[in-house]
């Protein structure tokens, strides 16, 4: 599915999707945008591993010669309105950009983290405005190409660190940043993360 407009900034939207199950607020999300003044097109992988269908999306974007991908879980609703325009004016070509959202098992804590000596911690108390992360969730981030390209494919892989394994999407943020792109978390982004109930940010 193809939005067209007249703007040169392309961008694959990817939804990794077990069975290829996406939530009804999800499909939401994506209508809400279909006004953009970019170029959108939109794909789905269901896969035994997200990483997996995650390194698939990118590779179409890069054989497509998208510039940006724009990752949407398959249980993330975003509640804002035209957050793709604001995301894509945010990134600038030089940023990875992500909305925050609540995790399903833990009380107030966002799938946002940093570093911290060897150890990773999860933000569980966020600012009003724009501010660096270590790591993002990919329910909604917005991926400069080039940003990929640097990193390498697998752009995602389970990672072991002391142990512990790393989420491919810190995985990821963690070796963009040694490339020199910062990922910024955006309250001003509303989300809903869907579950048997649903596990609302708003800023």
């Known amino acids: 599915m193809i939005f067209r407009t007249s703007a040169p900034?392309?961008?694959?939207?990817?939804i990794p999707a077990y069975n290829f199950q996406i939530h009804s607020g999800t499909v939401m999300s994506l209508w809400s945008i279909r006004k953009t003044k970019h170029e959108v097109a939109l794909t789905s992988r269901s896969?035994?591993?997200?990483?997996?269908?995650?390194?698939?999306?990118?590779?179409?974007?890069?054989t497509h010669n998208q510039d940006y991908v724009l990752f949407?879980?398959?249980?993330?609703?975003?509640?804002?309105?035209?957050?793709?325009d604001y995301m894509v004016d945010v990134s600038r070509g030089n940023h990875i950009?992500?909305?925050?959202?609540?995790?399903?098992i833990q009380e107030r804590t966002f799938n946002l983290a940093n570093r911290v000596g060897a150890d990773w911690v999860r933000?569980?108390?966020?600012?009003?405005?724009?501010?660096?992360?270590d790591a993002g969730g990919t329910g909604c981030m917005l991926v400069p190409i080039?940003?990929?390209?640097?990193?390498?494919?697998?752009y995602f892989t389970m990672t072991a660190l002391k142990g512990t394994f790393i989420p491919e999407d810190w995985d990821f943020c963690l070796?963009?940043?040694e490339k020199g792109f910062k990922t910024l978390a955006d309250p001003?982004?509303?989300?809903r993360h869907w579950g048997i109930s649903n596990w609302t940010y708003e800023s």
């Open 175 to 177: 070796r963009a940043k």
């Open 97 to 104: 950009v992500c909305a925050p959202y609540l995790l399903k």
């Open 72 to 84: 949407v879980d398959a249980d993330v609703q975003i509640t804002t309105k035209d957050f793709l």
């Open 9 to 14: 900034i392309k961008i694959l939207i990817g």
């Open 47 to 62: 896969l035994p591993f997200i990483a997996q269908a995650r390194n698939e999306i990118v590779n179409e974007a890069i």
């Open 146 to 154: 080039k940003a990929f390209k640097e990193v390498g494919d697998p």
């Open 188 to 191: 001003s982004i509303g989300t």
């Open 123 to 133: 933000l569980t108390d966020i600012p009003k405005k724009r501010f660096e992360v």
